[in-house]
């Protein structure tokens, strides 16, 4: 049996941190490019925390430290308890029903419990069921082949992602770009002169496009801009493109390349070598095209064809082979019919799921 003790000062916040990248260190495919955001939520300073109360804890087995999880309630997502930034060692018994018992005790009340959501779809999401000899994309989790048996009796919410070679993509735009219309809509990319206005724009489009997805909770410009600030030598105009009517934004589309081409060890940061190194020759073979959203009075409208045909003009100028998509929910029916009809047109065949994630849930 395992035992889940609560962090009480910086020296345990530091030892929850020292847990997951020992947890990690005999995976070579994990990646340690978002440990920034974990410290940021857990021991650090961040708006998320003006709405949202963070728990860090340890897993001890046999006395010794055997992995870690916050407990985070976020006041904007009020039914859930997430069992967030979960890492453990193999071979660990009853992890799931500790989970539940500190989870209920932490936040007495709160119906559900919810593992593989970190703070916010916006920072990282899922627990990996598959792909586990590959590292991740950027933003994507990585998380060890054993994790999903730890939650055994859970309920899965399955997410998928879809992959797929870019050239049929550049052919299919160089078919659309003459007969195309678009209409009222135009695509600027943002200008990061003016980063907090841009992000204020995005967070906006991102609370009334993603209301009802699941998972969801509202955002603040602030809690968005401190995401992206940090990666503002590596994000470039193009990266956020917001389409516009009449000069009032109707939708956006974030891509970027994969950063974690740029690292091969699981235990490096970027740097400023890998910055210099992208900027003067772009290493990077796979593009991730993150979010895409549209506000629902203007999902009949061209805007989403428009910002695609707009990503693809940018994607092309680059040694990009790959695009992958950002994470979908299976059961967001919808969207992934939207996807497969936009890739299965370009590669001229069905695609099937790449990368396959899920969160799980019990109750409380």
């Known amino acids: 049996m395992i035992a889940i003790e609560p962090v009480a000062d910086r020296r345990g916040v530091s030892a929850f941190h020292r847990a997951g990248r020992e947890v990690l260190k005999p995976w070579p495919c994990a990646r340690s490019t978002e440990d ?7 021991g650090g ?45 193999p071979g660990l018994d009853g992890v799931a029903e500790a989970l539940r018992r500190t989870a209920a005790a ?7 419990l919810v593992v593989g959501l970190n703070g916010h779809l916006n920072y990282s999401c899922g627990i990996l069921t598959n792909r586990f000899d590959e590292p991740p994309l950027f933003g994507f989790n990585w998380t060890p082949p054993h994790y999903p048996d730890c939650f055994a009796g859970m309920t899965a919410r399955p997410m998928v992602s879809f992959r797929f070679e870019n050239e049929g993509f ?38 009334a496009s993603f209301g009802e997805h699941p998972y969801w909770s509202d955002r603040t410009p602030d809690e968005d801009f401190e995401l992206f600030h940090p990666f503002r030598f590596l994000i470039r105009d193009e990266n956020l493109l917001f389409a516009e009517i009449d000069g009032k934004p109707v939708g956006f589309l974030l891509w970027y390349p994969d950063f974690n081409e740029l690292v091969t060890r699981n235990d490096e940061s970027i740097g400023a070598l890998d910055v210099a190194r992208y ?41 990009y082979r790959f695009c992958e998509g950002g994470f979908i929910f299976e059961e967001n029916s919808s969207c992934v019919g939207m996807t497969l009809r936009y890739i299965s047109r370009a590669c001229g065949r069905p695609l099937e799921p790449y990368r396959r994630y899920a969160c799980y849930e019990a109750p409380l």
């Open 36 to 42: 920034d955001v974990t410290r940021m939520l857990v």
């Open 45 to 89: 300073r961040s708006a998320f925390h003006a709405h949202a109360e963070v728990r860090p804890h340890l897993i001890r087995a046999g006395g010794e430290v055997a992995g870690r999880v916050a407990f985070v309630h976020d006041r904007n997502l009020p039914g859930f308890v997430q069992a967030a930034f979960f890492e453990a060692a």
């Open 106 to 112: 932490c936040f007495p009340g709160v119906p559900r």
């Open 170 to 207: 550049y052919e299919l735009a160089t078919a659309m770009e003459t007969a195309f219309d678009p209409g009222p809509v135009r695509v600027r990319t943002m200008d990061r002169r003016n980063l907090r206005r841009e992000v204020a724009i995005y967070t906006h489009l991102n609370n």
């Open 279 to 319: 900027r003067l020759a772009n290493p990077i073979r796979t593009v991730r095209l993150t979010e895409i959203a549209v506000l629902p009075e203007h999902r009949r409208s061209t805007a989403v064809g428009a910002m695609i045909l707009r990503m693809i003009q940018h994607v092309r100028r680059g040694p």
